[in-house]
């Protein structure tokens, strides 16, 4: 494994799920707080870019860097108090013609329960391959199938002593609500099969879905899937009752 204990987490969700992108490590970099903890030097700062597409670039290997009035994307930025969300977008108005809903007072009311944070908190966003993490991130975004993100809400039911996993998205800002700010200000696991943005705007495939989790959680959920990965995962991915009943099924299929 990899040298430091970040890469060491990385190396093992990507290997136990068999991921084909990176986890991403997110730092939602506070006023005159995160010099220490982030190097921002280390990251390239990037504009005309959504929050989707630099998670997109963090998960194939990249480290970057959006900084207030960088971000390319209306709603996002509302959702991190860069900006005050535009009229168009905050009477509904914007989804209508966008197609995504028939009636202005939907898209309103998908606006209004909108997590944000308040204007001013946030000096900037960093994000990276959780390998190559300076320091324990704010949250940590997986993007790939679904069956492997099931693992990891198997592994956080674990976690939480069975207690039932809740996915909360509008259908709409998939990565920047659905699975970054809702696990970062809920401190929980949530999962989201993404929104119309993120899948116009990056390579997210049809067979993929997004989920984030705080990284306070980072260690017991791969303690978790350590444990899951013993005898649950291997077995289920064997699929070996499936084959029995395509035998059986089968056989009761021959002629006598």
Known sequence: MAGNIWA????????????????????????????DRVPVHAFQAVTGHRYCQALMRARHGEAVLIEPGSLACPAASAVFGFKDLPATLASGQGLVGFGIVSKPDTGREMFEGMLRLPPGTLAGIALCPLASAPALPDVVVVEGPPEPLMWLALADVNRSGGQRRSGDTAVLQG???D??????????????LGCYGCREATDLAPSEAVLGFPGALLEPLAQSLRELNVKAIPRSRSKSVWRSHVAASSSERQPS
């Open 175 to 177: 990565t920047c609500v």
């Open 179 to 192: 699975a970054t700010l809702i696990p970062y200000l809920e401190q929980r696991l949530n999962f989201s």
């Open 8 to 35: 060491e987490f990385s190396d093992m969700i990507v290997g136990t799920l068999e991921l084909d992108t990176e986890p991403v490590a997110v730092f939602l970099l506070k006023r005159d707080q995160d010099r």
